[in-house]
């Protein structure tokens, strides 16, 4: 968290580790509304345990006041308020921290349950590297650690949960365990950005 170039760091590293060895792959998932969906029990706890100092401010921002987001249609005229029961607010200025306080524990889970894997987040964004076969064993537990804290990913497309990697030698069967884990394979020739920079 806060470290300057964070993104850039991360695809920078994934490329170098790509290049290096064209058997590996990235996963990239993508949680579905998820600053929104995220469980304020998780992030609770993980401050308790970790942080307990944060604990009054946490509480204050996240349980005792409740988040509103207002929306004004200008085109129908219409004002709608919706009022969160999950999550943290979109653009706030400790959202991001929470977030990620939130899901650590099942980022943590995840990354003792593969220990060949990397796995690099940005918010939302999780990345995964390593072997094709150990990316999407670890994509499948950080799916079910996830649903416990009120998080899934969202849809497959061409950009959200998706494999990339640079070899050419990739199995008929990874690509099937691809497909089945809903995962999209994009061709090397086509490219994936990170965080907003090309890999």
Same mark, same amino acid.
């Given at each position: ?25 990235? $996963?990239?998932?993508? +949680?579905?509304? %998820?600053?929104?969906?995220? /469980?304020?029990?998780?992030? !609770?706890?993980? &401050?308790? @345990? ?51 306080? $939130?899901?650590?524990? +099942?980022?943590? %889970?995840?990354?003792?349950? /593969?220990?060949?894997?990397? !796995?690099?987040? &940005?918010? @939302? ?63 090397? /020739?086509?490219?994936?950005? !990170? ?5």
């Amino acid at each position: 968290m806060g470290t300057p170039a964070g993104c850039e760091i991360v695809a920078h590293l994934i490329r170098s580790q790509l290049e290096a060895d064209p058997t590996l792959v990235v $996963g990239k998932v993508d +949680c579905k509304n %998820a600053f929104n969906e995220i /469980h304020k029990d998780p992030i !609770i706890d993980v &401050i308790r @345990d970790e942080i307990p100092a944060l604990l009054p401010f946490a509480h204050l921002m996240l349980t005792k006041s409740p988040i509103q987001t207002v929306y004004h249609d200008k085109h129908t005229k219409v004002t709608s308020v919706y009022i969160m029961r999950d999550g943290v607010p979109q653009g706030g200025s400790m959202s991001s921290a929470f977030f990620n306080l $939130g899901q650590s524990r +099942c980022i943590r %889970a995840a990354s003792c349950l /593969h220990p060949t894997v990397s !796995i690099l987040l &940005i918010s @939302d964004d999780t990345h995964v590297l390593g072997q094709p076969d150990d990316v999407i064993a670890a994509i499948h537990t950080i799916r079910q650690q996830y649903a416990g804290i009120g998080l899934s990913l969202a849809a497959t497309t061409s950009s959200k949960n998706v494999l990339f990697g640079l070899g050419q030698n990739y199995t008929a069967a990874q690509y099937r365990l691809a497909t089945d884990a809903a995962l999209h394979w994009i061709p090397a /020739h086509q490219g994936l950005e !990170i965080g907003g920079t090309p890999v």
